[in-house]
């Protein structure tokens, strides 16, 4: 089965610092990789998504970074703030398939003020 | 936020009831979608909707069920809820899908479902 594996499963930083969650896959055709936000009772909500075509991806003080040799890809939340809190997951697909996503087992982020 | 409608967003029920539940939507997208959210697990694809009358399974589909009569709604129907269906069942819905580029999925609130 075709897998995409996070880690860690959680994360406690202190308020300001750099959270980093990363994943990895398998399936070499995978060529669309999302990454999900989701606070506490409420879904999921993309949040930063990258193609194999850049090695990184940055919006504000979110980055991916992504290593196609190494298949893997990881999220980086700089400054982190107490709202980052949330679960973040890692999806993967090919041609960006909506209906062929797959998800990482997510990671709970806390940040402490 | 995209206008997505789950209902019931909690429910208990006992094994062997049947259970549906409704995803109502008001964006107009193609593309509808049943998740189940676990621990351990994250995301799985139950089955998705690519138009009316149009579904397909996904990674999770024994015993369960969907039907999309009308644009708007997409229903997951339990015929026979057992213990391990106990989850919480996400709707998605996305304007393209399948290969035809990089759809965001826009997800509803959650649907809590407990089988006694």
């Known amino acids: 089965q075709q897998q995409v594996k996070q880690s860690p499963q959680s994360l406690i930083v202190q308020k300001g610092g750099i959270s980093i969650i990363n994943c990895a896959y398998e399936n070499t055709a995978f060529d669309y990789f999302p990454w999900y936000q989701q606070f506490p009772g409420k879904g999921p909500a993309l949040l930063i998504a990258?193609?194999?075509?850049?090695s990184e991806k940055k919006e504000g003080r979110f980055t991916i970074s992504f290593n196609k040799s190494a298949k893997q890809f990881s999220l980086h939340i700089m400054d982190s703030q107490p709202g980052d809190s949330a679960t973040y997951f890692c999806a993967a697909s090919r041609g960006g398939a909506t209906n062929k996503l797959i998800f990482g087992t997510g990671t709970l982020l806390a940040v402490q003020p | 936020d995209a206008g997505i409608t789950q209902s019931p967003r909690h429910k208990v029920t006992e094994t062997g009831t049947p259970v549906t539940l409704r995803c109502h939507q008001t964006?107009?997208?193609?593309?509808m979608y049943w998740y189940r959210q676990d621990p351990g697990h994250g995301l799985r694809l139950i089955h998705y909707s690519y138009g009316v009358k149009d579904t397909d399974k996904g990674e999770v589909s024994d015993g369960y069920s969907v039907s999309r009569s009308k644009t708007e709604d997409f229903l997951l129907t339990l015929e026979s809820a057992t213990s391990s269906q106990t989850s919480v069942y996400f709707c998605?819905?996305?304007?393209?899908?399948?290969?035809?580029?990089?759809?965001?999925?826009?997800f509803g609130e959650g649907s809590r479902l407990t089988v006694l």
């Open positions: 998605a819905i996305s304007e393209r899908g399948g290969t035809s580029g990089a759809g965001e999925l826009f």
């Open positions: 990258i193609r194999p075509d850049v």
């Open positions: 964006e107009n997208h193609r593309y």
